[in-house]
């Protein structure tokens, strides 16, 4: 399965400032996904990020509020921009592994942001 | 459109004791199923998964879910729980809709494991 390695793990913001979450992965994969996991709730697909064209967003979410870069295979940022309190959650990011063996969607450890 | 439920937001159960999550979904099209396992403060780890054949699926760690298609359910059972057991889990559908899988996660079962 891949290895994702995403940072940083935590962080507390201040309103009105942006934090770009950064996801490495050790192998080359074609999309990548970006989630929120709000407290207590479940995860909420916020895009998926293809390498060489524009992220697709889902309802709900845009790309002001939620820039992605993806500039390789490898790699990808989210930034949550203009931050509220309702910014307050996990994000994790994730890759889908398409062997048969492995399929399923490998996670990121998740971003714990917290905003005051 | 898919959808996944997950009716018990919280299980309460003894150590040794066996336990059932429940996950039922919906879905026009055939379907993967998953439960995913997330620990305290920790990220999403796969649990199990259905892609096909047998309905019966077992995890490394004693978990086993069973695939029935006519209940639309893919409940998770354990025959004897650990405190280590204690964690959040996620039932999932992955189904394809005009080419494009979509991944759908359901509203989470947590799971304490009381001594």
């Known amino acids: 399965s891949a290895v994702i390695s995403q940072k940083p793990s935590r962080d507390i913001c201040q309103r009105g400032t942006s934090l770009t979450i950064q996801c490495q992965v050790d192998s080359q994969v074609t999309m990548m996904f970006w989630y929120r996991q709000q407290p207590g709730q479940s995860l909420t697909l916020i895009a998926t990020a293809n390498q060489g064209s524009e992220a697709t967003y889902e309802s709900g979410f845009v790309i002001d509020k939620f820039p992605i870069s993806r500039p390789n295979l490898t790699f990808s940022t989210l930034t949550v921009s203009n931050m509220s309190p309702e910014d307050s959650s996990i994000y994790l990011c994730s890759v889908e592994d398409l062997g048969r063996a492995n399929y399923g969607y490998t996670f990121g450890s998740g971003t714990r942001l917290t905003v005051v | 459109a898919q959808s996944v439920t997950q009716l018990d937001s919280q299980v309460p159960v003894f150590e040794e004791a066996p336990v059932e999550l429940r996950c039922n979904y919906s879905?026009?099209?055939?379907?993967?199923l998953f439960w995913y396992v997330q620990y305290p403060n920790q990220g999403l780890q796969l649990l199990l998964k259905y892609l096909s054949g047998s309905t019966l699926v077992e995890s490394i760690n004693g978990f086993e879910a069973e695939f029935n298609k006519s209940q639309t359910s893919f409940h998770l059972r354990k025959p004897s729980v650990h405190i280590s057991d204690t964690a959040e889990y996620f039932c999932a559908v992955s189904a394809t809709t005009s080419g494009t899988y979509k991944y759908i996660f359901g509203t989470g079962t947590r799971l304490k494991v009381l001594a």
């Open positions: 879905s026009s099209v055939s379907v993967y």
